[in-house]
């Protein structure tokens, strides 16, 4: 491939990621029987809320909590396309509780700050859930693109999420991140706007590098990827998981023939593909 082809091809990329994060926002059609709590803070600033979405009823219920994308520099936490299938399917019809978290984006914080504010998110959903109904030991963390990039560091590195006063959680969905291993990505050739977002120092490319950061303890983690994309969201997704597993860890990979958009909007809807994650998602809750 040419290297005009290939700066065409980044930029196409580029433009879709900032296009499915800035989805025209509306308060989310909420299916019959589930109630939302909008903007409960987790801290000071505006972009530090989250919205809690209930079920009819819950009793010890699982809780996920959701990381909107948007390259690091856009994007919200009630874009439809971020919550509306997710909360059909897990919330309408399991009966989960659903957190879709707000963060503060570049340049107000850049991505080790984005993961700070997730990990206080998630310990502040951890002493709530309670109050909703939830299980404060059932709680499952997901993320896309930049989104799941931020979940795939702080389950990689648990120490993170423990120095915002998070506690363990059982596991994390990464919904097609291609920022899994930074350290490489920097050192080639790479989509321009990564420079605006990690700068030029390889040490701090290290500190919110999932794979530079991974550690023994690393929560299991399910990679989905986009066969589409053009930039090895897969390819990485193995290498990623090769590194869980020789750690000790538990990591699988979920090839998707669909959009990097297509990997957020679809999930929740009925077919193989929402199975495939609920079935991950399953199988880390206790047995009762």
């Known amino acids: 491939m040419t290297r005009l082809a290939t700066h065409a091809r980044h930029a196409g990329l580029v433009a879709t990621l900032l296009l499915s994060a800035t989805t025209a926002l509306a308060a989310p059609a909420l299916p019959e029987g589930v109630r939302r709590m909008a903007d409960l803070p987790y801290g000071q600033e505006e972009r530090q809320r989250m919205d809690v979405y209930l079920p009819a009823q819950a009793a010890g219920a699982p809780v996920i909590v959701m990381v909107h994308g948007g390259a690091w520099m856009v994007g919200n936490k009630a874009m439809p396309n971020v919550v509306d299938n997710k909360v059909a399917w897990w919330v309408r019809q399991k009966g989960y509780i659903f957190v879709s978290v707000g963060y503060r984006l570049m340049p107000q914080a850049d991505p080790l ?3 700070r504010d997730v990990a206080t998110a ?6 709530l859930a309670a109050s909703w109904g939830g299980d404060p030991a059932k709680f499952i963390l997901m993320g896309h693109s930049a989104g799941a990039h931020l979940a795939a560091l702080l389950a990689a590195s648990p120490a993170l999420a423990r120095e915002a006063g998070a506690k363990p959680w059982l596991g994390t969905v990464a919904l097609d991140s291609a920022a899994l291993d930074l350290e490489r990505i920097m050192n080639a050739r790479h989509m321009r706007f990564y420079d605006r977002v990690f700068g030029a120092d390889p040490a701090y490319w290290r500190s919110v590098s999932p794979s530079s950061v991974l550690a023994p303890d690393a929560t299991p983690m399910l990679l989905v990827c986009s066969t589409q994309r053009a930039d090895g969201s897969c390819a990485q997704s193995r290498d990623f998981a090769d590194r869980v597993t020789a750690k000790g860890g538990r990591a699988g990979v979920l090839p998707q023939d669909l959009t990097h958009e297509q990997v957020n909007t679809t999930l929740g809807l009925p077919g193989a593909y929402t ?4 079935a991950f998602i399953a199988g880390l809750l206790p047995r009762r």
């Open 113 to 115: 700050l984005q993961a």
């Open 122 to 127: 998630l310990a502040r959903a951890q002493g």
């Open 275 to 278: 199975e495939a994650v609920d």
